[in-house]
Nanobody, 127 residues
């Protein structure tokens, strides 16, 4: 199994930036698809971004495309989410998840694909 711990959340003004980190332990993430999801109060958890095992292919929700960047450092067993031009509607708890690399990209957008999750980190964007 792989254990995931997110960090880097906080309070930021609209237009600001944050970088979230997701540190993995237990197994190397090089054989996993890594995804970021978020959940706002009263809403379902939604897909934000994902990266294939080698980081060569990345996928984004339309709402964050051009503002967020997912990256991974397999040597450090860590995945990052750089968030720029933040908006109040980005306020949510952000979670990282890990899924087997055998999944095709069609499945990356669904949280049910990911069996491993971190505890989440709160991001609050003030207007």
């Amino acid at each position: 199994q792989v254990q995931l711990v997110e960090s880097g959340g906080g309070l930021v003004q609209a237009g600001g930036s944050l970088r979230l980190s997701c540190a993995a332990s237990g197994r190397t993430i090089s054989s996993y698809v890594m995804g970021w999801f978020r959940q706002a109060p009263g809403k379902e958890r939604e897909f934000v971004a994902a990266a294939k095992w080698n980081g060569g292919s990345t996928y984004y929700a339309d709402s964050v495309k051009g503002r967020f960047t997912i990256s991974r450092d397999n040597a450090k067993n860590t995945v990052y989410l750089q968030m720029n031009s933040l908006k109040p509607e980005d306020t949510a708890v952000y979670y990282c998840g890990a899924a087997g690399s055998y999944y095709t990209s069609t499945y990356y957008y669904s949280d049910s694909t990911y069996p491993y999750w971190g505890q989440g980190t709160q991001v609050t964007v003030s207007s």
